[in-house]
């Protein structure tokens, strides 16, 4: 999962940089205002692209890794309905 998401951001990365370098080297000769466009979708681009790489999937069990407290996280698995209820 990790690798699928680092792999997103890095292309939607790798997008942005092409946009703005083919806006001011190509674009830019014939139409000015169109290059100007593409920047401004290529200034919206990192964003989502970090909203993309920390995405947590379903299977992501980031909430729940061990605390290290073994009496804590025997409470957390019970509560999550990971163990049977003591007693």
Do not use: T
């Amino acid at each position: 999962m990790y690798a699928r998401r680092r792999h997103r951001y890095f292309a939607m990365m790798g997008v942005c940089i092409g946009l703005f370098v083919l806006a001011w080297s190509v674009v830019r000769l014939w139409s000015v205002p169109a290059a100007v466009g593409m920047c401004v979708l290529a200034m919206i681009i990192p964003p989502v692209a970090a909203v993309v790489a920390n995405r947590r999937g379903p299977d992501d069990r980031w909430w729940d890794d061990p605390s290290g407290d073994p009496q804590s996280d025997e409470w957390w698995d019970e509560l999550d309905g990971k163990k049977r209820p003591r007693g």
